[in-house]
């Protein structure tokens, strides 16, 4: 088994502080970008930032899956992590800014499958997963200007 990894990244026009609330408040804002790839989102627990828990159905690259995820907030305004509470799937949001604007990386990390099956994971997950994350932060840079106050 070795690691599989999905990057995106976005410069969202909107100051970090914005971005990090829309991210990090998963009852008011953080559906409202959601792509389709992503449904039948819900709050179990929390609702704001740090031990908030949700679910989802994923998705991508014709395979659907439901996740639980538990959130972490590590550096609080800048990184955010949701966990997944039944494999080792990590998703982290880092925000860094530039000056009136922020860029926002999403990596999703995880222990892949070995073998054959794995060799696929490793060569089409990371791609499919992208053009999912590529599509929430094009969504999210709407979302965070709109919030923001910018047209």
Do not use: I
């Given at each position: ?47 704001t930032g740090e031990g908030t828990v949700v679910g989802f ?95």
């Amino acid at each position: 088994m070795s690691n599989v990894t999905a990057v995106a990244t976005r410069t969202v026009d909107a100051p970090v502080d914005v971005v990090f609330r829309c991210l990090s408040d998963f009852r008011e804002h953080h559906p409202r970008f959601l792509p389709p790839a992503f449904s039948d989102f819900e709050v179990t627990t929390g609702g704001t930032g740090e031990g908030t828990v949700v679910g989802f159905t994923l998705a991508a690259g014709g395979r659907s899956r439901r996740y639980e995820m538990r959130v972490r907030v590590p550096e609080p305004g800048r990184v955010l992590e949701e966990h997944d509470t039944g494999s080792s799937l990590v998703t982290t949001f880092t925000l860094t800014p530039e000056g009136t604007r922020t860029h926002v990386r999403v990596e999703t990390t995880w222990k892949g499958a070995g073998g054959v099956g794995g060799f696929f994971e490793r060569m089409f997950a990371p791609g499919a997963l992208k053009a999912v994350y590529v599509d929430e932060l094009a969504r999210l840079d709407a979302y965070a200007q709109a919030q923001a106050g910018r047209p």
